[in-house]
């Protein structure tokens, strides 16, 4: 099983990344798939997730209507389209999948939001 981060970088607040999670190993369209992430000192917190049908989604309240999840099956793919960025949003992202009692996780990939 492979989850693989990309697309993480230095913005400027105001700015936009697009985060991108490649799966493999596992039946991608069978698993809820999250967006997580952890700042330096603090704990791990869920910022959005996705069912393994796709659709709306559901959020962390301090990003909602700035960030959307969305996931491509054919493509074994989730995706994080990050606007407005904010110094808060700072921190490392992670990719998780999860189905019953199993989950994954990748490495993650550090967003920087900094003037």
């Known amino acids: 099983v492979q989850l693989v981060e990309s697309g993480g970088g230095l913005v400027q607040p105001g700015g936009s990344l697009r985060l991108s999670c490649a799966a493999s190993?596992?039946?991608?369209?069978?698993?809820?798939m999250s967006w997580y992430r952890q700042a330096p000192g603090k704990e791990r917190e869920f910022v959005a997730g996705i069912s393994s049908g796709g659709g709306s989604g559901n959020y962390l309240d301090s990003v909602k209507g700035r960030f959307t999840i969305s996931r491509d099956n054919a493509k074994n793919t989730l995706y994080l389209q990050m606007n407005s960025l904010k110094p808060e949003d700072t921190a490392v992202y992670l990719c998780?999948?999860?189905?019953?009692?199993?989950?994954?996780w990748g490495q993650g990939t550090q967003v920087t939001v900094s003037s």
């Open positions: 190993g596992f039946t991608f369209s069978d698993y809820f």
């Open positions: 998780n999948a999860h189905r019953g009692s199993y989950y994954y």
